[in-house]
């Protein structure tokens, strides 16, 4: 692709954007080809389709598992069935991903290679920069892994804290490469598009307040990951029916909203008796860009450790967090330390309860502190942190 300056033309360089999904990044790369060629490669067949819609003119769509060489006409079945068994097993195999942007980077030459999350990238090895967004603000251990920092060229990070937060964690004095230029998971826009009364008539809900259930997939269930509520809790499938029944008699909604891992965990046959219950359907291991409608429509968001929280404590929506009860987790590793969870912290089902009843029917006693939480976290809060990434990026082309 050539663009036209004063008589001259000049061939955009070209960025190869490696895109778990859609929601986060696109904002950015309409951004960027304004001077750029945005080339995108995704191992989702959904958010391939997606964004081909959206008329990119260049996507590359990838396995994560090696092609195996049968040469027979059942072939591609049974790579399908290899893949398929890869994913129920959790095989951490991206040979399939390794070659494929081996092939792409060799015929696109692109100037430089972003990835909305961590991993597959930092394992290719290129002469090109990588830079990494992580594909969310959480509290779990993303921006604190050294790997992350030692495979990328450029890291951003969603304010000074965690630029702070890194240096004392790893005893860093050369930062130059930890970028401090806000998240792009947060828009101003976010806290405009809300209009709960048609949001709710859209997705037949009963009330018009709304408490949003989002966890993330490893709070309490390392390393099976089937787990949404702690084991304390009981049968997790119940306890949401007791939910659902408890807001009922609140004048409120429940809908749940599962991590994308968790999506097989839940039957909507069980919750389609309930006319104050939503279920979000979400991409099938990945994130869609219809997650952001949900969490602005919501009023109390309950999750742990998930990205919801930050991006709902931004939005200044009522917070319920549910303590991680994993084995393996821990606050010292944490990207974000556990007294920054502006909201009720429950250790159990009555907590969670007694949570949810002081939101609805009491006075709301975390709002200051969920000011001072954005202003610490977030850099530029009420700006579009994609016009300066967009600015640093052509400085480095």
């Given at each position: 692709m050539r663009i036209k300056l004063k008589n001259k033309i000049f061939k955009k360089k070209k960025i190869v954007i490696v895109a778990d999904s859609n929601a986060d990044l696109l904002r950015l790369s309409l951004r960027l080809r304004k001077y750029f060629e945005i080339i995108w490669l995704t191992y989702h067949r959904e958010v391939y389709k997606e964004l081909k819609k959206l008329n990119f003119k260049k996507l590359y769509l990838c396995n994560l598992t090696k092609n195996i060489n049968v040469n027979f006409f059942f072939g591609g079945f049974i790579q399908k069935i290899f893949d398929k068994i890869s994913n129920v097993l959790r095989l951490k195999r991206i040979e399939g991903f390794l070659e494929k942007i081996k092939y792409v980077e060799k015929k696109e030459n692109p100037f430089c290679f972003i990835a909305d999350t961590f991993d597959?990238?930092?394992?290719?090895?290129?002469?090109?920069?990588?830079?990494?967004?992580?594909?969310?603000?959480?509290?779990?251990?993303?921006?604190?892994?050294?790997?992350?920092?030692?495979?990328?060229?450029?890291?951003?990070?969603?304010?000074?804290?965690?630029?702070?937060?890194?240096?004392?964690?790893?005893?860093?004095?050369?930062?130059?490469?930890?970028?401090?230029?806000?998240?792009?998971?947060?828009?101003?826009?976010?806290?405009?598009?809300?209009?709960?009364?048609?949001?709710?008539k859209n997705i037949k809900l009963k009330y018009n307040f709304n408490v949003l259930f989002a966890p993330s997939h490893d709070a309490h269930d390392l390393p099976y990951k089937v787990k949404f509520f702690p084991k304390k809790y009981g049968d997790q499938m119940k306890i949401l029916e007791k939910l659902a029944l408890f807001l009922d008699k609140l004048g409120a909604n429940l809908i749940i909203k599962l991590h994308h891992y968790h999506t097989s965990q839940i039957s909507t046959k069980i919750f389609n008796k309930y006319k104050n219950v939503h279920i979000f359907k979400s991409g099938n291991f990945f994130d869609v860009k219809e997650s952001s409608e949900f969490i602005s429509n919501s009023d109390i968001i309950i999750t742990d450790t998930s990205g919801v929280g930050t991006t709902g404590i931004y939005l200044n929506k009522k917070m319920v967090f549910i303590e991680p009860s994993s084995k393996k987790w821990s606050w010292k590793h944490a990207d974000i330390e556990s007294y920054l969870r502006p909201g009720y912290v429950c250790h159990n089902y009555k907590d969670l309860k007694r949570s949810l009843n002081n939101y609805i029917n009491k006075k709301d006693n975390f709002k200051k502190k969920r000011n001072k939480f954005v202003k610490k976290v977030f850099y530029k809060p009420h700006k579009d942190a994609t016009i300066e990434i967009a600015k640093f990026i052509r400085s480095i082309s």
């Amino acid at each position: 692709m050539r663009i036209k300056l004063k008589n001259k033309i000049f061939k955009k360089k070209k960025i190869v954007i490696v895109a778990d999904s859609n929601a986060d990044l696109l904002r950015l790369s309409l951004r960027l080809r304004k001077y750029f060629e945005i080339i995108w490669l995704t191992y989702h067949r959904e958010v391939y389709k997606e964004l081909k819609k959206l008329n990119f003119k260049k996507l590359y769509l990838c396995n994560l598992t090696k092609n195996i060489n049968v040469n027979f006409f059942f072939g591609g079945f049974i790579q399908k069935i290899f893949d398929k068994i890869s994913n129920v097993l959790r095989l951490k195999r991206i040979e399939g991903f390794l070659e494929k942007i081996k092939y792409v980077e060799k015929k696109e030459n692109p100037f430089c290679f972003i990835a909305d999350t961590f991993d597959l990238l930092k394992f290719y090895e290129t002469n090109k920069p990588k830079l990494s967004f992580g594909h969310s603000v959480t509290y779990k251990k993303f921006f604190l892994e050294r790997s992350n920092l030692t495979n990328y060229d450029y890291l951003f990070l969603p304010g000074n804290y965690h630029l702070k937060r890194i240096k004392k964690y790893f005893s860093l004095n050369n930062t130059e490469n930890l970028k401090v230029l806000g998240s792009i998971k947060i828009s101003p826009s976010m806290r405009s598009n809300i209009n709960k009364k048609k949001f709710n008539k859209n997705i037949k809900l009963k009330y018009n307040f709304n408490v949003l259930f989002a966890p993330s997939h490893d709070a309490h269930d390392l390393p099976y990951k089937v787990k949404f509520f702690p084991k304390k809790y009981g049968d997790q499938m119940k306890i949401l029916e007791k939910l659902a029944l408890f807001l009922d008699k609140l004048g409120a909604n429940l809908i749940i909203k599962l991590h994308h891992y968790h999506t097989s965990q839940i039957s909507t046959k069980i919750f389609n008796k309930y006319k104050n219950v939503h279920i979000f359907k979400s991409g099938n291991f990945f994130d869609v860009k219809e997650s952001s409608e949900f969490i602005s429509n919501s009023d109390i968001i309950i999750t742990d450790t998930s990205g919801v929280g930050t991006t709902g404590i931004y939005l200044n929506k009522k917070m319920v967090f549910i303590e991680p009860s994993s084995k393996k987790w821990s606050w010292k590793h944490a990207d974000i330390e556990s007294y920054l969870r502006p909201g009720y912290v429950c250790h159990n089902y009555k907590d969670l309860k007694r949570s949810l009843n002081n939101y609805i029917n009491k006075k709301d006693n975390f709002k200051k502190k969920r000011n001072k939480f954005v202003k610490k976290v977030f850099y530029k809060p009420h700006k579009d942190a994609t016009i300066e990434i967009a600015k640093f990026i052509r400085s480095i082309s």
